[in-house]
Nanobody, 124 residues
Framework: EVQLVESGGGLVQAGGSLRLSCATS????????ISWFRQAPGKEREGVSC????????SYVDSVKGRFTISSDNAKNTVYLQMNNLKAEDTAVYYC?????????????????WGQGTQVTVSS
């Protein structure tokens, strides 16, 4: 059974930090790209950051560059998203997702498996 379980969300003041974790199981971690998406109320789901476990490449949406860092622990089959200098506009439900495309993938339709999401709320 494939599982992606997010944790680490919460309430933080603007300028603060959070680290999200995505613990995965049930598929060959090294052969997948893992992304973080987010969805704010009334908005479409947006790709935030992606890491290709096979190639080691990473990507970020422009609005988080320099503030967020994605990393992967192959021994734990877990992907992290370190979020620094958080802003009110980062408030959303954050989801991790796995794509068998394996290279950097940015579209929702390219993802095979999804977690249940974790709420991040940044107060201004």
């Amino acid at each position: 059974e494939v599982q992606l379980v997010e944790s680490g969300g919460g309430l933080v003041q603007a300028g603060g930090s959070l680290r999200l974790s995505c613990a995965t199981s049930g598929f060959t971690f090294h052969d997948y790209a893992i992304s973080w998406f987010r969805q704010a109320p009334g908005k479409e789901r947006e790709g935030v950051s992606c890491i290709s476990n096979r190639e080691g490449d990473t990507s970020y949406v422009d609005s988080v560059k320099g503030r967020f860092t994605i990393s992967s622990d192959n021994a734990k089959n877990t992907v992290y998203l370190q979020m620094n200098n958080l802003k009110a506009e980062d408030t959303a439900v954050y989801y991790c997702a796995a794509s068998s495309i394996a290279t950097i993938a940015s579209m929702v339709s390219e993802y095979d498996f999804w977690g249940q999401g974790t709420q991040v709320t940044v107060s201004s």
